[in-house]
């Protein structure tokens, strides 16, 4: 199992980015999938996640700015980021928890982290 994430970079302040997650291998079942962040010297933070049974959940400080897409079919997620602020500077890494068979419990996964650097 691989998740492949893609996106990021370097981007001025008010701008916009896109971030991609693309879930690879012998899958059975994607419960969950999203994005998580993390700066030097702080503990890794929710941005944005999909549960099973409809559920979204988005951090606080990005809600209205950020959106969360999936393709079901593809198991991608997609995190759309715009009017971005210096703040949303980190590495965010991809996250997705997966069932490898059925009756067989989910797990957490995560993909390489992309670096997505906000200019003043």
């Known amino acids: 199992v691989q998740l492949q994430a893609s996106g990021g970079g370097l981007v001025q302040a008010g701008g916009s980015l896109r971030l991609s997650c693309a879930a690879s291998?012998?899958?059975?079942?994607?419960?969950?999938m999203g994005w998580y962040r993390q700066t030097p010297g702080k503990t890794r933070e929710l941005v944005a996640i999909?549960?099973?049974?409809?559920?979204?959940r988005y951090a606080d400080s990005v809600k209205g700015r950020f959106t969360l897409s999936r393709d079901n079919a593809k198991n991608t997620a997609t995190l759309q980021m715009t009017g971005l602020k210096p703040e949303d500077t980190s590495v965010y890494y991809c996250?997705?928890?997966?069932?490898?068979?059925?009756?067989?419990?989910?797990?957490?996964?995560w993909g390489q982290g992309t670096q997505v650097t906000v200019s003043s």
């Open positions: 996250w997705a928890t997966l069932s490898l068979g059925a009756g067989l419990e989910s797990y957490s996964y």
């Open positions: 291998g012998s899958i059975f079942r994607v419960d969950g």
């Open positions: 999909w549960l099973t049974g409809g559920t979204e």
